[in-house]
């Protein structure tokens, strides 16, 4: 296991309600976004590029995650394995 340091923050970013980056590191971002379903948590790569997004069922907490170049795309690949999930009665 690599060696950890001191753990960081992410802090809020002053445009946006949604948006968190690292301290220190304001191109390596965070959002979390939800609707009555959904709770969305993107995380972009260290440098800015790539990313990731871990989709969350409100009501099971079951998941998903997945990896893109784009916000969006990430978003909707994670959200569509997330409900994928009720078609598998095994997931259940």
């Known amino acids: 296991m690599p060696r950890r340091g001191r753990w960081g923050s992410f802090v809020s970013d002053p ?6 980056h690292e301290a220190g590191n304001p191109a390596h971002r965070c959002r979390v976004e939800h609707d009555a379903a959904t709770l969305l948590v ?9 990313w990731t ?23 909707s690949r994670a959200v569509e394995a997330l409900w994928a999930q009720d078609a598998d009665p ?3």
Do not use: I, K, N
């Open 53 to 75: 997004t871990l989709a969350v069922d409100r009501a099971t907490r079951r998941w998903s995650v997945a990896q893109a170049p784009t916000q969006m795309a990430a978003a």
């Open 15 to 20: 445009g946006s309600e949604h948006l968190l």
């Open 42 to 50: 993107h995380l972009s790569g260290e440098d800015g590029d790539g």
């Open 90 to 92: 095994a997931s259940r």
